[in-house]
Protein backbone atom coordinates (compact mmCIF):
# COMPACT_ATOMS: atom_id res chain seq x y z
CA UNK A 1 0.00 0.00 0.00
CA UNK A 2 2.76 2.32 0.93
CA UNK A 3 4.59 1.96 -1.94
CA UNK A 4 1.45 2.29 -4.21
CA UNK A 5 0.81 5.78 -2.78
CA UNK A 6 4.55 6.88 -3.25
CA UNK A 7 4.73 5.92 -7.01
CA UNK A 8 1.15 7.76 -7.65
CA UNK A 9 2.62 10.88 -6.29
CA UNK A 10 5.90 10.90 -7.94
CA UNK A 11 3.91 11.03 -11.35
CA UNK A 12 1.84 14.21 -11.13
CA UNK A 13 -1.28 14.29 -13.24
CA UNK A 14 -2.03 16.75 -15.54
CA UNK A 15 -4.66 19.22 -14.20
CA UNK A 16 -7.91 19.06 -16.19
CA UNK A 17 -8.04 22.79 -17.37
CA UNK A 18 -10.90 21.78 -19.73
CA UNK A 19 -13.78 22.15 -17.57
CA UNK A 20 -11.83 25.47 -15.66
CA UNK A 21 -11.83 26.99 -19.61
CA UNK A 22 -15.81 25.94 -19.68
CA UNK A 23 -17.05 27.76 -16.64
CA UNK A 24 -15.21 30.87 -17.19
CA UNK A 25 -16.48 30.68 -20.58
CA UNK A 26 -20.12 30.93 -19.03
CA UNK A 27 -19.15 33.63 -16.48
CA UNK A 28 -17.65 35.58 -19.31
CA UNK A 29 -20.72 35.28 -21.58
CA UNK A 30 -23.12 36.33 -18.43
CA UNK A 31 -20.86 39.66 -17.66
CA UNK A 32 -20.58 40.43 -21.48
CA UNK A 33 -24.52 39.83 -22.25
CA UNK A 34 -26.27 41.24 -19.02
CA UNK A 35 -24.69 43.90 -18.32
CA UNK A 36 -23.10 47.05 -20.28
CA UNK A 37 -20.10 48.89 -20.31
CA UNK A 38 -20.37 52.30 -18.38
CA UNK A 39 -18.07 55.35 -18.84
CA UNK A 40 -15.88 56.00 -15.61
CA UNK A 41 -17.34 58.56 -13.67
CA UNK A 42 -13.94 60.08 -11.22
CA UNK A 43 -17.17 60.60 -8.63
CA UNK A 44 -19.65 58.11 -7.44
CA UNK A 45 -23.34 59.65 -7.72
CA UNK A 46 -25.95 57.16 -6.31
CA UNK A 47 -28.68 58.06 -8.53
CA UNK A 48 -32.35 59.08 -7.79
CA UNK A 49 -35.03 56.50 -8.31
CA UNK A 50 -37.97 57.23 -10.46
CA UNK A 51 -40.40 54.68 -12.60
CA UNK A 52 -41.35 56.96 -15.37
CA UNK A 53 -37.73 57.59 -16.28
CA UNK A 54 -37.23 56.98 -19.79
CA UNK A 55 -34.13 55.78 -22.20
CA UNK A 56 -33.46 59.05 -23.68
CA UNK A 57 -30.00 59.98 -25.47
CA UNK A 58 -27.37 61.04 -23.19
CA UNK A 59 -26.29 64.90 -24.31
CA UNK A 60 -23.40 66.32 -25.19
CA UNK A 61 -23.56 68.31 -22.09
CA UNK A 62 -23.51 66.33 -19.56
CA UNK A 63 -23.39 67.94 -15.20
CA UNK A 64 -23.21 65.79 -12.64
CA UNK A 65 -23.82 67.38 -8.90
CA UNK A 66 -22.00 65.28 -6.29
CA UNK A 67 -22.56 64.44 -3.09
CA UNK A 68 -19.75 66.93 -1.48
CA UNK A 69 -21.32 69.47 -3.50
CA UNK A 70 -18.92 69.69 -6.93
CA UNK A 71 -20.12 70.48 -9.85
CA UNK A 72 -18.39 68.69 -13.20
CA UNK A 73 -19.19 69.98 -16.28
CA UNK A 74 -18.19 66.68 -19.09
CA UNK A 75 -16.26 65.43 -16.14
CA UNK A 76 -14.11 68.54 -15.37
CA UNK A 77 -15.01 70.32 -12.21
CA UNK A 78 -16.14 73.65 -11.83
CA UNK A 79 -17.71 75.77 -9.44
CA UNK A 80 -20.81 77.54 -8.35
CA UNK A 81 -19.46 80.52 -9.44
CA UNK A 82 -17.58 79.49 -13.25
CA UNK A 83 -20.25 76.30 -13.85
CA UNK A 84 -22.29 79.22 -16.07
CA UNK A 85 -19.40 80.32 -18.01
CA UNK A 86 -18.84 76.89 -19.11
CA UNK A 87 -22.00 75.74 -19.95
CA UNK A 88 -22.40 79.04 -21.69
CA UNK A 89 -19.43 77.81 -23.76
CA UNK A 90 -20.79 74.46 -24.21
CA UNK A 91 -24.08 75.66 -25.82
CA UNK A 92 -22.13 78.18 -28.21
CA UNK A 93 -22.06 75.74 -30.81
CA UNK A 94 -25.92 75.31 -30.62
CA UNK A 95 -28.26 76.23 -27.71
CA UNK A 96 -30.48 73.55 -28.43
CA UNK A 97 -27.79 71.25 -27.03
CA UNK A 98 -29.48 68.78 -24.32
CA UNK A 99 -28.43 68.81 -21.11
CA UNK A 100 -27.78 65.82 -18.69
CA UNK A 101 -28.21 66.27 -15.30
CA UNK A 102 -26.73 63.76 -12.82
CA UNK A 103 -27.65 64.75 -9.09
CA UNK A 104 -26.79 62.50 -6.17
CA UNK A 105 -30.34 61.50 -4.75
CA UNK A 106 -29.40 62.41 -1.09
CA UNK A 107 -28.45 65.85 -1.93
CA UNK A 108 -30.71 68.91 -1.23
CA UNK A 109 -33.14 69.59 -3.35
CA UNK A 110 -32.12 73.20 -2.99
CA UNK A 111 -28.75 72.87 -4.53
CA UNK A 112 -30.34 70.85 -7.65
CA UNK A 113 -32.45 73.75 -8.11
CA UNK A 114 -29.36 76.26 -7.99
CA UNK A 115 -27.69 74.61 -10.69
CA UNK A 116 -31.19 74.39 -12.45
CA UNK A 117 -31.42 78.31 -12.41
CA UNK A 118 -27.27 78.90 -13.60
CA UNK A 119 -28.09 76.76 -16.13
CA UNK A 120 -31.16 78.68 -16.89
CA UNK A 121 -28.69 81.83 -17.16
CA UNK A 122 -26.62 80.54 -19.30
CA UNK A 123 -29.20 80.12 -22.03
CA UNK A 124 -30.06 76.17 -21.94
CA UNK A 125 -33.21 74.92 -22.78
CA UNK A 126 -33.64 70.74 -23.15
CA UNK A 127 -32.76 69.34 -19.91
CA UNK A 128 -32.97 65.80 -18.84
CA UNK A 129 -32.59 64.97 -15.39
CA UNK A 130 -30.91 60.98 -14.95
CA UNK A 131 -32.95 58.47 -13.03
CA UNK A 132 -32.81 54.77 -11.89
CA UNK A 133 -35.85 52.15 -12.40
CA UNK A 134 -36.81 51.59 -9.09
CA UNK A 135 -37.09 47.84 -10.30
CA UNK A 136 -32.90 47.64 -9.41
CA UNK A 137 -33.36 48.60 -5.85
CA UNK A 138 -30.70 51.05 -4.41
CA UNK B 1 7.24 6.24 -43.13
CA UNK B 2 8.19 8.88 -41.08
CA UNK B 3 6.03 11.31 -42.17
CA UNK B 4 3.31 8.25 -41.33
CA UNK B 5 4.43 7.81 -37.78
CA UNK B 6 4.44 11.46 -36.79
CA UNK B 7 0.82 11.81 -37.47
CA UNK B 8 -0.14 9.32 -35.53
CA UNK B 9 1.17 10.60 -32.43
CA UNK B 10 -1.19 13.80 -31.72
CA UNK B 11 0.36 16.24 -29.20
CA UNK B 12 -1.83 17.86 -26.09
CA UNK B 13 -2.44 21.26 -27.25
CA UNK B 14 -1.43 23.83 -24.24
CA UNK B 15 -4.77 25.39 -22.87
CA UNK B 16 -2.32 27.60 -19.78
CA UNK B 17 -2.42 30.62 -22.31
CA UNK B 18 -6.09 30.60 -23.33
CA UNK B 19 -7.01 30.48 -19.85
CA UNK B 20 -5.11 33.12 -18.84
CA UNK B 21 -6.69 35.42 -21.79
CA UNK B 22 -10.17 34.20 -20.43
CA UNK B 23 -9.65 35.10 -16.91
CA UNK B 24 -8.18 38.68 -17.83
CA UNK B 25 -11.65 39.14 -19.53
CA UNK B 26 -13.89 37.86 -16.94
CA UNK B 27 -12.12 40.26 -14.92
CA UNK B 28 -12.29 43.48 -17.04
CA UNK B 29 -16.06 42.79 -17.29
CA UNK B 30 -16.76 41.89 -14.14
CA UNK B 31 -15.43 45.49 -12.59
CA UNK B 32 -16.74 47.25 -15.90
CA UNK B 33 -20.07 46.13 -16.59
CA UNK B 34 -22.59 47.66 -14.47
CA UNK B 35 -26.23 46.54 -13.99
CA UNK B 36 -28.41 49.64 -13.14
CA UNK B 37 -30.45 51.37 -16.09
CA UNK B 38 -30.05 54.98 -16.34
CA UNK B 39 -33.41 56.81 -17.36
CA UNK B 40 -33.40 60.39 -18.17
CA UNK B 41 -36.46 62.31 -16.99
CA UNK B 42 -37.26 65.38 -18.91
CA UNK B 43 -37.53 68.67 -17.04
CA UNK B 44 -38.41 71.95 -17.90
CA UNK B 45 -37.00 75.39 -16.23
CA UNK B 46 -39.02 78.13 -15.03
CA UNK B 47 -39.40 80.75 -17.16
CA UNK B 48 -37.99 83.77 -14.44
CA UNK B 49 -40.90 86.01 -15.06
CA UNK B 50 -44.73 85.55 -13.70
CA UNK B 51 -46.59 85.87 -17.14
CA UNK B 52 -50.80 86.07 -17.51
CA UNK B 53 -51.31 82.43 -17.10
CA UNK B 54 -49.96 82.35 -13.58
CA UNK B 55 -53.27 82.04 -12.04
CA UNK B 56 -53.38 78.85 -13.59
CA UNK B 57 -50.30 76.85 -12.14
CA UNK B 58 -50.71 74.33 -9.21
CA UNK B 59 -48.18 74.99 -7.07
CA UNK B 60 -46.57 71.92 -4.92
CA UNK B 61 -44.25 72.53 -2.13
CA UNK B 62 -42.45 70.05 -1.02
CA UNK B 63 -41.67 69.57 2.86
CA UNK B 64 -38.80 67.77 4.48
CA UNK B 65 -40.88 65.56 6.08
CA UNK B 66 -41.84 64.44 3.06
CA UNK B 67 -45.19 66.06 2.85
CA UNK B 68 -46.82 68.33 0.08
CA UNK B 69 -49.05 71.33 0.24
CA UNK B 70 -50.84 71.67 -2.98
CA UNK B 71 -52.28 75.02 -3.24
CA UNK B 72 -51.85 75.78 0.50
CA UNK B 73 -53.49 72.82 1.42
CA UNK B 74 -51.54 69.90 3.23
CA UNK B 75 -51.23 66.50 1.93
CA UNK B 76 -49.91 63.25 2.02
CA UNK B 77 -48.65 61.47 -0.96
CA UNK B 78 -51.80 59.05 -1.57
CA UNK B 79 -53.57 62.77 -1.23
CA UNK B 80 -51.73 64.33 -3.84
CA UNK B 81 -51.62 61.16 -6.13
CA UNK B 82 -55.27 61.12 -6.40
CA UNK B 83 -55.79 65.36 -6.67
CA UNK B 84 -52.76 65.29 -9.49
CA UNK B 85 -55.22 62.66 -11.42
CA UNK B 86 -58.42 64.58 -11.20
CA UNK B 87 -56.85 67.90 -12.30
CA UNK B 88 -55.01 66.43 -14.81
CA UNK B 89 -58.64 64.52 -16.07
CA UNK B 90 -59.88 68.36 -16.04
CA UNK B 91 -56.84 69.89 -17.82
CA UNK B 92 -54.14 67.74 -19.45
CA UNK B 93 -52.56 70.40 -19.72
CA UNK B 94 -52.20 71.90 -16.53
CA UNK B 95 -49.18 73.48 -15.84
CA UNK B 96 -47.32 72.01 -12.31
CA UNK B 97 -44.65 73.90 -10.15
CA UNK B 98 -42.88 72.12 -7.67
CA UNK B 99 -41.49 73.85 -4.89
CA UNK B 100 -38.47 73.03 -2.68
CA UNK B 101 -37.71 73.93 1.01
CA UNK B 102 -33.94 74.09 2.79
CA UNK B 103 -34.22 70.40 3.87
CA UNK B 104 -35.51 68.11 0.73
CA UNK B 105 -33.74 65.94 -0.95
CA UNK B 106 -33.45 65.05 -4.77
CA UNK B 107 -35.17 61.98 -4.33
CA UNK B 108 -37.57 63.34 -2.83
CA UNK B 109 -37.91 66.26 -5.32
CA UNK B 110 -37.92 63.66 -8.27
CA UNK B 111 -40.23 61.04 -6.34
CA UNK B 112 -42.96 64.16 -6.66
CA UNK B 113 -41.96 64.45 -10.32
CA UNK B 114 -42.19 60.98 -10.72
CA UNK B 115 -45.66 61.16 -9.67
CA UNK B 116 -46.57 63.93 -11.66
CA UNK B 117 -45.12 62.09 -14.98
CA UNK B 118 -46.90 59.26 -14.02
CA UNK B 119 -49.95 60.35 -13.71
CA UNK B 120 -49.86 62.13 -17.44
CA UNK B 121 -48.72 65.45 -16.66
CA UNK B 122 -46.57 67.30 -18.86
CA UNK B 123 -45.66 70.69 -18.16
CA UNK B 124 -43.43 70.62 -15.07
CA UNK B 125 -41.38 73.40 -13.31
CA UNK B 126 -39.20 72.93 -10.67
CA UNK B 127 -38.42 75.80 -7.94
CA UNK B 128 -37.29 77.04 -4.73
CA UNK B 129 -39.03 79.12 -2.26
CA UNK B 130 -37.03 82.22 -2.21
CA UNK B 131 -39.90 84.05 0.49
CA UNK B 132 -41.52 81.10 3.50
CA UNK B 133 -44.46 80.36 1.86
CA UNK B 134 -48.11 78.91 3.03
CA UNK B 135 -47.80 80.78 6.26
Redesign the interface.
Known sequence: MDLDFERRSRKPR?IA??P??DV??V??LF??I?????AFSPVAVD??????????D?GPVKVTLATDGRILVNDAIFTTYTVTDEIKRQLAVNPERII??K????????Q???L?EQ??AAG??N???????GL?GS | MEFERRTRRIQ?LN??P??DI??L??IF??I???????????????S?KADGSAQHITRIL?QPSGEVVVNQQPMDGNALNSHLANLLAANAEEKIAIF????????????V??MV??TGGKNVQ???VEVPYGS
Open positions: ALILIMFILFMGGHLELPIADSGQLLETIADANLEANLVRLVRGVLSIVTQSV | ELTLVILLVFMSTSFVVSDSMELSLPGITTPGVSVQQLVSMDYLVDK
